[in-house]
Nanobody
Framework: QLQLVESGGGLVQPGGSLRLSCAASGSSLDYYTIGWFRQAPGKEREGISCIASIGGSTNYADSVKGRFTISRDKAKNTVYLQMNSLKPEDTAIYYC?????????????????WGQGTQVTVSS
């Protein structure tokens, strides 16, 4: 059974960068579309990026487009989220999740298996 574990969060100053990892076990990520989501205190969970299982097409929320990049390392069975030019409003718990369908969408309701999350705090 697929399990996902996020890592790479932390405290960073505005304008800084972080790379989040979503490591999979129990199954190959090749079969899954992977999404990244975030949830700030008092706010709904927001979809920010995804990468399709077939073809590797990607999608980004407007709020992160041009700053964040999603990628997949098949050999490491891991999906990454490179986050650059971070802003205080990027502060949230970041989650990765999987869906079996190959279409890349960033709606939380479309994803079934979730990781436990990693905290990202952007502050001076």
């Amino acid at each position: 059974q697929l399990q996902l574990v996020e890592s790479g969060g932390g405290l960073v100053q505005p304008g800084g960068s972080l790379r989040l990892s979503c490591a999979a076990s129990g199954s190959s990520l090749d079969y899954y579309t992977i999404g990244w989501f975030r949830q700030a205190p008092g706010k709904e969970r927001e979809g920010i990026s995804c990468i399709a299982s077939i073809g590797g097409s990607t999608n980004y929320a407007d709020s992160v487009k041009g700053r964040f990049t999603i990628s997949r390392d098949k050999a490491k069975n891991t999906v990454y989220l490179q986050m650059n030019s971070l802003k205080p409003e990027d502060t949230a718990i970041y989650y990765c999740a999987s869906r079996l369908f190959s279409i890349c969408v960033i709606m939380p309701s479309e994803y079934g298996v979730w990781g436990q999350g990693t905290q990202v705090t952007v502050s001076s």
